[in-house]
């Protein structure tokens, strides 16, 4: 069966073209698929015959919510999407003045092992399709009625990991005849792959690249995120000026502010002689607590943003939203996994 949801534009018009239909039946079914038909046969300006067609040869990819959180805070939604498969993966909808932004997942679980996130506990189990990365922003936008202007690349997941599906889903978003996001309202966040880094730049995206850091030497870090192991932040680093030089767009620092570990005066001067001729953006964010782990919010947040601040580099705190329910990426998930493990425990 193929799966109509992820296929280029191009692959598209050929697929329907095998089936003996005009060229503009690709325009049509394309932009069906983005205002999240549930059934081929909703398809209501194609011949029967054709959604016959599709329905005999075609998956149509339909997340199912799992579980659904708002909080009364401030608005923000978490959703636990259902696959076709069982697993499930999380996405948020966090509302701004400028607009909606949607914080979706790539992968189901995470390989990298970060020692601060909840996405990766249970480790990788697979990678999403462009369909059902791309579904979390178009059922998201259906079942809260609200508009969807800003995407995040932030959820369960290391994107980058996910190359190749993750490119065709940042093609089909941005196309006009479907969600038609703009790649200047899109952030892809890293743990720093430098190979596909690399391979990034020569996209010439007009993205934001968000490289989640952490820690500007190589101790702390690799205690945080293991991946720096294979890499260290010198190497990292030269990656990212690479990218800079390349594509010619500012990269967001991200930085989780944990206590006592990477959030000391030493640390800050350190991390601004990292970014010194970048233009770079430093982007702290206060943690959120995960029950499974040791790692605690910051109490130095001010001091280190003011810190980084005297050397010259631009540096903002993330709003933290999603306080009354569970913020941190891949919370939601886990607890729902451990609510089923308990359940079949008791079987």
Known sequence: MTDIKSMSRPDLAAFLSELGQPRFREKQVFQ???????????????????????EERCTLTVPQIARKQVS???GTIKYLWELADGNCVESVLMRYKHGNTICVSSEVGCLMGCAFCASTLGGLVRRLTPAEILDQVIFTQKDSGLPISNIVMMGIGEPLDNYDNVMRFLALVNDPDGLNIGMRRISLSTCGLVEKIDRLAEEQLQLTLSVSLHAPDDA???RLMPVNRAVGVDRLMESCRRYFDKAGRRISYE???????NDSDWQADRLAALLKGQGAHVNLIPLNNVEESPLKPSRRVAAFQKRLESHGVTCTVRRK??????????QLRRKAMGAAASYNKKL
């Open 32 to 54: 069906w698929l983005h205002r999240g038909v549930e059934r081929f046969d909703e398809m209501s300006n194609l011949p029967k015959s054709l959604r016959e067609q599709l």
């Open 255 to 261: 930085y989780a502010m944990v206590d006592g570990v």
């Open 220 to 222: 702390t870090r690799s």
């Open 72 to 74: 009364k805070i401030d």
């Open 321 to 330: 939203l999603g306080g009354d329910i569970d913020a941190s990426c891949g």
